[in-house]
T-cell receptor
Framework: NAGVTQTPKFQVLKTGQSMTLQCAQDMNHNSMYWYRQDPGMGLRLIYYSASEGTTDKGEVPNGYNVSRLNKREFSLRLESAAPSQTSVYFC?????????????FGQGTRLTVV | AQTVTQSQPEMSVQEAETVTLSCTYDTSESNYYLFWYKQPPSRQMILVIRQEAYKQQNATENRFSVNFQKAAKSFSLKISDSQLGDTAMYFCAFIHPGGYQKVTFGTGTKLQVIP
């Protein structure tokens, strides 16, 4: 039972480069999320998808785009990476909003932008 | 908007002792869920315990228990008989029923268990 799988686990980018972080879940969850974790700031929501075909901005969406490819997959794209986007990124998923279960997390991606 | 505050950036506890991590939150909702997540050095986020706001009884999971004070909007985590494996970041989190499911996290408390 893989749960939530994120790739890659580590990445170094040069300023201005683009990349896509991949996330897939095998729990048949409707909701998926992207968070970034920075020291002293906890986890901040970048984007979320309440269901297949919908996406919405979270607290810190600037510089990012997302795609909910299907029910399983939710990708995060950095079009032009900036040093301020150096962070640890987590993908998460949860059951339907009405059920209010906890979020299950991937193992994170440590991204460094130089 | 909901906010979650963890006022203790770092704490330490002797092995086998008890430690309490604090969390307060702000919401206008009456029905919601609260969670404590543990993040060890491996970075994996692990659910420790959850509390449903409409339940008055404090949740307990083995050595972990909470003190949920709804009127005070307080949700502290007590770890009894601390073990070296409890060394981790601990995040308090809040979610309310709504049209979408969004979890709001506190800034975390780094707990060090000392042998």
């Amino acid at each position: 039972n893989a749960g939530v799988t994120q790739t890659p686990k580590f990445q170094v980018l040069k300023t201005g480069q683009s990349m896509t972080l991949q996330c897939a879940q095998d729990m048949n969850h409707n909701s998926m999320y992207w968070y970034r974790q920075d020291p002293g700031m906890g986890l901040r929501l970048i984007y979320y998808s309440a269901s297949e075909g919908t996406t919405d901005k979270g607290e810190v969406p600037n510089g990012y785009n997302v795609s909910r490819l299907n029910k399983r997959e939710f990708s995060l794209r950095l079009e032009s990476a900036a040093p301020s986007q150096t962070s640890v990124y987590f993908c998460a998923s949860s059951d339907t909003p009405q059920k209010n279960t906890e979020a299950f997390f991937g193992q994170g991606t440590r991204l460094t932008v130089v | 908007a909901q906010t979650v505050t963890q006022s203790q950036p770092e704490m330490s506890v002797q092995e086998a002792e008890t430690v309490t991590l604090s969390c307060t939150y702000d919401t206008s909702e009456s029905n919601y869920y609260l969670f404590w997540y543990k993040q060890p050095p491996s970075r994996q986020m692990i659910l420790v315990i959850r509390q449903e706001a409409y339940k008055q009884q404090n949740a307990t999971e083995n050595r972990f228990s909470v003190n949920f004070q709804k009127a005070a909007k307080s949700f502290s985590l007590k770890i009894s008989d601390s073990q070296l494996g409890d060394t981790a970041m601990y995040f308090c989190a809040f979610i309310h029923p709504g049209g979408y499911q969004k979890v709001t996290f506190g800034t975390g408390t780094k707990l060090q268990v000392i042998p």
